[in-house]
């Protein structure tokens, strides 16, 4: 008989006080963590608590955010998350053997129903001896050793949980068990009763520890299920299929230790699992069944019907309409114990996106579950082994079971609490918060037409320019140094005032603009705003666009219907030529832009909208970001690229807009780095442009003056070989080669001359020069040759170092204007060699010191501009 326990439960070490779980959801994660703050600074408020967990059951269409907290934990534990507006599935797995630890449980004694359900089990195994309270409360490693207690053990545990869980409102979808965990299984299936699944496990344990089995052996080792089959040796069964690449074998404990070793020696994962000397779901457990089938008749006397949500996992999925796999009936554990676990089948059946709770004292099928599932699953533990405070971990994890979509009524572990709450509690409304992420139009007074008889209606728009303004992208558009309100932008604003009059939406309805003329510009302000007034005649469909009194567009706008709309959409609808056959040059944003900046056009990035398009201008792609100002305008860029010359030129006239919104979204598509295009045509024989649903005819741009010194003058930079050692600088200018020919030739002569006085002359690139054949007459221009002829025509005498210094001073201001030393500096030779220098130094102020090549100083000054 295994050893009993009789001995009345103990009082938990641990602090009677049992944390608060809070849990809270929301339209956003700050509002979440709003009321999380707000229930942490009133955490001893019951009934405040109680009512925030009241509203946390807010289904997640509309509440996407949700987040928990524990109140009174040692820890300060909060998660928030935005969670799926699908609902989740919610399945259960109860694991087997191996999860027992002494311990277990005895944290969450702290909780009613969880010690309840334990002392249920205590009355369920009166007549065997077994207490399990004082055998979780007594328990230490060596106690699951016997095969009784551990499954009584484990039983128990798995049992409560479930309870618990059951009294947190919590309905499993599936139930998948490994094992005798498949006790479990029938429990939280409600086919098995509390004293039928403990009783169960009790014989169960007790069936193999008197049937005197032959020492066995258990292990994990890492291959598939048919390699197992083939690789195993003789006596040596596969016993569970715990995932693809994932089994544990069974067999005689030699045999198993050995063939462990081997698969070690070949460098395949194996580990022996501790299995109380056991070898489960081998042949060995033929000679019990028997013995536990007739005990499990007493126990098990009327079998209900498994329900389609216990997947099992000790019959194949082909058999599960037999008689033996419909009911949890003693026939069914007794296979249980006798037949491999299919783990492996079952997790197979599991949605992508449930939520996947271990049933179990300790997760020990993490590992397993997460390389088995979809990444999409949430999987959660309820315990762990040695953990600091279970209690904790269990109500941080059912936490995150609410904070995954499932609703959880968490107040059912705390003490109840009568409605209406006392006069004093706290208010929950003003702490709910909205998601203000989305803007949505607020119709203003100034939006309504205004006008009598229905004869002219007139809207204001004010276009403000401040930075925090909707309006603030227009300060792109900036021609030849002035900010302008684009000419597409009273287009728009006309087509919008139509569709309000109307009352239809503007992104579903096309629309025609005809003869519009710019009769002038309006320039925009840095900061401030400016008033725009549209007016509409509806008689003649005509539009006038003011401001400040002043008229500055007029045209007709009107709906696009009728046989105009299906000529509109049979002619954007006729195929264009594709572009690639096109030979014509391609050219990018950078290019395209650097030559509108040429011609006066300095757009900023809200109005750089062509991404790319070839040098002719007809053909391209343009940036769509939802702006039909922006988009129109650059559509009108477009036009102009492909015009000759850099004038600057303004648009005037426009014979004819069409725009479908409807095909234009149709004809969006993605371009590089997330940016959306629209392919652009441009004919200049038919003088139109077509972009998506949007059709351009008759641009007339007029040549506007520029202003003065708008921009500075522009570089022509061009592409050169630069060589490392540039020896000929001079070659390209013959009367410089001259020159300093002349040069080298009095600097030799002039060596020679002071070598007898005793003055050394040391300078570079002599080497091969001789003196002059023919006397020079002395130049008449100041410079480094008429210094050197004077040099060289002093007599020697006892006075000529002085005579040297006074000429060279004579002479010195007259070098830097020297044609030859002239030409260096401002050539390209000393740009290169300073461009070199720039671009390996930091940022910041430098002096550069021109010197010599040979190490040997040089009788010329060293130069040093900052």
Not at 397 to 411: A, E, F, L, Q, T
Not at 797 to 822: A, F, I, M, W, Y
């Amino acid at each position: 008989m295994p050893k009993t326990f009789k001995a009345p439960p103990k009082t938990p070490s641990e602090s009677s006080q049992v944390p608060r779980l809070l849990q809270a959801c929301g339209r956003t994660e700050d509002a979440v963590s709003v009321l999380l703050r707000k229930g942490k600074e009133h955490s001893g408020d019951d009934n405040f608590l109680c009512l925030l967990n009241e509203v946390s059951g807010v289904p997640t269409a509309g509440m996407p955010y949700r987040g928990y907290a524990l109140i009174g934990s040692k820890d300060d534990v909060t998660e928030v998350q935005k969670t799926e507006a699908t609902p989740r599935p919610l399945w259960y797995i109860c694991s087997g053997m191996g999860t027992q630890w002494g311990g277990m449980g005895r944290s969450l004694m702290q909780l009613p129903e969880f010690r309840e359900s334990i002392l249920r089990s205590d009355m369920a195994l009166r007549d065997t001896g077994m207490c399990v309270s004082s055998l979780l409360m007594e328990a230490d490693e060596s106690t699951f050793e016997d095969t009784v207690q551990a499954f009584v053990g484990l039983a128990a545990i798995q049992i409560a949980q479930i309870d618990l869980l059951q009294k947190l409102g919590l309905q499993p979808d599936g139930i998948v068990g490994h094992s005798v965990g498949e006790l479990a299984c029938g429990y939280a299936d409600g086919s098995l009763s509390h004293s039928e699944a403990i009783l169960a496990a009790y014989w169960r344990g007790r069936s193999i520890k008197e049937a005197n089995l032959p020492p066995g052996g258990m292990a994990a080792v890492g291959l598939t299920w048919a390699e197992c089959k083939a690789q195993c040796p003789q006596g040596v069964v596969p016993a569970c299929h715990n995932a693809e690449d994932t089994v544990t074998i069974s067999g005689p404990a030699e045999a198993v230790s050995k063939f462990v070793a081997e698969l070690k020696e070949s460098g395949v994962f194996a580990k022996e699992v501790r299995s109380a000397g056991v070898a489960f779901h081998s042949y060995y457990m033929a000679s019990i069944a028997p013995a536990l089938l007739a005990a499990l008749k007493k126990v098990i006397k009327e079998p209900k019907q498994r329900s389609a949500r216990w997947i099992s996992t000790s019959i194949p999925q082909k058999d599960w309409d037999s008689t033996l796999a419909l009911y949890s009936s003693a026939e069914y554990h007794c296979n249980n114990l006798v037949s491999p676990v299919l783990f492996q089948e079952g997790l197979s059946l599991v949605p992508d996106n449930a939520v996947v709770v271990e049933i179990a004292p300790h997760a020990l099928l993490q590992a397993i579950l997460k390389r088995s599932l979809k990444p999409t699953c949430s999987i959660l533990p309820l315990m762990r082994r040695g953990h600091a405070n279970n209690l904790e971990f269990f109500l941080s994890h059912i936490g995150k079971v609410y904070m995954n979509g499932i609703n959880v009524d968490s107040k059912q572990l705390y003490p109840r609490v009568e409605y209406p709450v006392p006069v004093g509690t706290p208010l929950i409304s003003p702490l709910v918060q909205w998601d203000h992420a989305q803007t949505w139009d607020v119709p203003k007074a100034e939006d309504f037409p205004a006008g009598s008889g229905g004869s002219t209606s007139a809207t204001i728009y004010n276009i403000d320019m401040n930075p925090e303004s909707p309006d603030y992208y227009m300060i792109g558009h900036c021609i030849d140094g002035r900010v302008l309100y684009p000419a597409t932008g009273y287009l728009v604003l006309a087509w919008r005032t139509l569709m309000r009059s109307l009352g239809v939406v503007m992104e579903t309805t096309p629309v025609t603009f005809e003869d519009v003329t710019i009769h002038r510009a309006t320039i925009l302000p840095k900061t401030g705003s400016v008033q725009l007034e549209v007016r509409l005649m509806p008689a003649t469909s005509r539009f006038e666009v003011s401001e400040n009194g002043n008229l500055a567009v007029s045209g007709k706008v009107s709906i696009l219907e009728d046989a105009a709309l299906d000529s509109f959409r049979s002619e954007i609808g006729k195929p264009v030529a594709g572009d690639d056959g096109d030979p014509k040059l391609r050219l990018m944003a950078h290019d395209i832009y650097k030559e509108l900046r040429l011609r006066g056009y300095d757009y900023g990035k809200t109005f750089q909208g062509i991404l790319e398009s070839n040098n002719a201008g007809d053909s391209g792609k343009l940036q769509w970001t939802g702006n039909w100002v922006t988009f129109l305008d650059t559509m009108l860029q477009m036009i102009v690229v492909g015009l000759s010359g850099r004038s600057l030129r303004l648009p005037t006239r426009i014979r004819s807009v069409c725009v479908d919104p409807t095909i234009h979204q149709e004809r969006v598509t993605e371009y590089a780095e997330g940016k959306k295009a629209v392919d652009v045509h441009v004919n200049r024989c038919l003088d139109n442009i077509m972009a998506g649903g949007i059709q351009i005819c008759g641009l007339h741009a007029t040549v506007a003056p520029r202003r003065q010194q708008q921009q500075s003058p522009p570089t022509l930079e061009e592409f050169l070989f630069v060589p490392y050692l540039e020896t000929e600088c001079l070659s390209a200018n013959e009367k410089m080669v001259d020159q300093l020919k002349n040069c080298k030739g009095l600097i030799h002569k002039l060596q020679k001359k002071l070598a007898p006085q005793g003055v050394k002359l040391s300078i570079p690139g002599l080497e091969g020069v001789s003196d002059p054949t023919v006397p020079s007459p002395e130049p008449a221009e100041p410079g480094l040759l008429r210094l050197l002829s004077l040099l060289c025509g002093l007599e020697l005498n006892g006075n000529l170092r002085s005579e040297l210094e006074q000429t060279v001073e004579k002479e010195r201001g007259c070098l830097l204007q020297d044609p030859l030393l002239h030409g260096l500096l401002d050539g390209p030779a000393l740009r290169h060699c300073l461009d070199t220098a720039l671009e390996n130094t930091t940022p910041g102020k430098i002096k550069v010191l021109e010197g010599p090549l040979q190490r040997r100083p040089s009788l010329l000054p060293c130069r040093a501009p900052p």
